[in-house]
C-alpha cells in the first residue's frame, strides 16, 4: 500500500520560513517523479514544484520560482519543500503527490498517488 505522508506545515509570519517533508513508502521511490501541489479555500488544485526521478532538474511554479526549492533523498525516501519569503498568498493545504515517470506532471489529475496534505498558513 502506498503512503506519502506530508509534515511540517504550520502558522508562519508573511517573510518568515517552513520546511515541508514527504515520506513515501510502498512504492519504489527512485522510480518516481515528486510533486509537491496546493489548494486554497475557494480554489482549484494548482502545481507548486516538482523533481525528476533522479534529482537532477527541478520545476516550479511562476508563483514561487526564487522562493522555494524541491529536493529529494533517494536513500529516505522523502521529499522536501523549503519555503521562504512566504507571503499571505501561499496559504493553502499543500500536497505531496508521486508521479511513474522520469519528470514530473504539472497537472494533478495526471499524479500517480497522493498525501493527504499539511496545512499552511501564513499571516500578515
Known amino acids: 500500500q502506498v503512503q506519502l505522508v506530508e509534515s511540517g506545515g504550520g502558522l508562519v509570519q508573511a517573510g518568515g520560513s517552513l520546511r515541508l517533508s514527504c515520506a513515501a513508502s510502498?512504492?519504489?521511490?527512485?522510480?518516481?517523479?515528486m510533486g509537491w501541489f496546493r489548494q486554497a479555500p475557494g480554489k482549484e488544485r494548482e502545481f507548486v514544484a516538482g523533481?525528476?526521478?533522479?534529482?537532477?532538474?527541478?520545476y516550479y511554479a511562476d508563483s514561487v520560482k526564487g522562493r522555494f526549492t524541491i529536493s529529494r533523498d533517494n536513500a529516505k525516501n522523502t521529499v522536501f519543500l523549503q519555503m521562504n519569503s512566504l507571503k499571505p498568498e501561499d496559504m493553502a493545504v499543500y500536497y505531496c503527490?508521486?508521479?511513474?515517470?522520469?519528470?514530473?506532471?504539472?497537472?494533478?489529475?495526471?499524479?500517480?498517488?497522493w498525501g493527504k496534505g499539511t496545512l499552511v498558513t501564513v499571516s500578515s
Open positions: 503527490a508521486a508521479d511513474l515517470a522520469v519528470v514530473p506532471k504539472t497537472s494533478p489529475s495526471a499524479m500517480d498517488y
Open positions: 510502498g512504492l519504489t521511490f527512485s522510480r518516481y517523479a
Open positions: 523533481i525528476s526521478r533522479s534529482d537532477s532538474s527541478t
